[in-house]
């Protein structure tokens, strides 16, 4: 059997999604499982051991017509048996007519064999959107995800026996996610332990700014991939992000994590979710106070 899982984006996202990728091959055992994504998000896709294969060509652009025709044939000639869409979005439901009218299809396109036919699934969190999408399309176990695979060496960082993760930035279109980096340093000054800072590299200067106010911070923006935040959060005392990639990845890794929230997101929507996850909402975030974040960590922690 030929199985089609469709997840372009993004790293939150993406990372949200290994249940539902560990439920679609453990009931699926010996199928032919490929995954079409994006080049972000490939290397990371490859190393899990849910796909046999990966395509990365998911997203060419509307007025790119070869890109779009390499990928309307090749995902015509592949055959596929049955699609998972897990984007479901306006382009992924317009790939049924790539994929043709044989295969099966889980998703929200219309006309498919499996619809997700909840007129509420814009308001359920994407943990149980996905999982009841699955269900409607018959899968029925739903396996916690190992991701044993998910792991790096970080000796080169040379870090202390004990530290915290700082995640003080966002998608740079949406400034509204991010709590400022000067709070973050507040926070950072209390927290009786070193802070190390993951992201972007971009997001340099907001690394700077926390260390100016909590000497002994540990900038490795721009320095880690998805397996080192991985190996980082497994070994880190706690995380405190905004609600962005990284965090939702530390989460998933078993990291006790606070999430940050404001007026750009719902955490109703997309919070991380788990024994060692929690969010804390303050609207306008900006003006959300350290003591706060603390007596947040303290309950978490």
């Known amino acids: 059997m030929r199985i089609l899982v469709i997840k372009l984006a993004a790293l939150g996202d993406f990372a949200q999604a290994f249940g539902p990728f560990a439920a679609i091959r453990a009931h699926h055992a010996g199928a032919r499982i490929t995954l079409l994504t994006t080049p972000p998000y490939a290397p990371l896709a490859r190393r899990a051991p849910w796909f046999d294969e990966v395509w990365e060509d998911g997203r060419p652009d509307w007025?790119?017509?070869?890109?779009?025709?390499?990928?309307?044939?090749?995902?015509?000639?592949?055959?596929?048996?049955?699609?998972?869409?897990?984007?479901?979005?306006?382009?992924?439901?317009?790939?049924?007519?790539f994929v043709g009218g044989r295969a099966e299809w889980s998703g929200i396109a219309p006309g498919c064999s499996h619809p997700h036919a909840n007129p509420r699934r814009d308001a359920m969190h994407t943990l149980e959107r996905q999982r009841e999408q699955l269900e409607m399309a018959g899968i029925t176990r739903f396996p916690p995800p190992d991701l044993s695979w998910l792991d790096a060496a970080i000796d080169r960082f040379a870090l202390p026996e004990r530290f915290c993760l700082l995640i003080p930035g966002a998608s740079p279109g949406r400034p509204l996610k991010r709590w400022p980096a000067e709070r973050f340093g507040a926070l950072a000054a209390t927290l009786g332990l070193p802070a190390v800072v993951i992201g972007g590299a971009g997001e340099a200067p907001l690394a700077a700014t926390i260390a100016a106010a909590a000497p002994g911070t540990r900038d490795l923006t721009g320095r880690t991939d998805?397996?080192?935040?991985?190996?980082?959060?497994?070994?880190?005392?706690f995380c405190v992000g905004n609600d962005t990639g990284p965090t939702h990845l530390a989460a998933a890794c078993g990291c006790p994590t606070l999430a940050l929230f404001g007026e750009d997101s719902d955490p109703a929507l997309c919070a991380p979710r788990g024994a060692r996850a929690a969010f804390l909402r303050h609207v306008p975030l900006a003006s959300l106070d350290p003591a706060e974040v603390r007596a947040a960590l303290a309950r978490l922690t």
């Open 63 to 97: 007025t790119d017509l070869p890109a779009l025709w390499r990928l309307a044939r090749r995902l015509r000639a592949a055959r596929f048996d049955r699609v998972y869409d897990l984007q479901t979005s306006s382009r992924s439901s317009r790939y049924r007519w």
């Open 226 to 237: 998805f397996a080192d935040i991985a190996a980082l959060a497994r070994r880190a005392a």
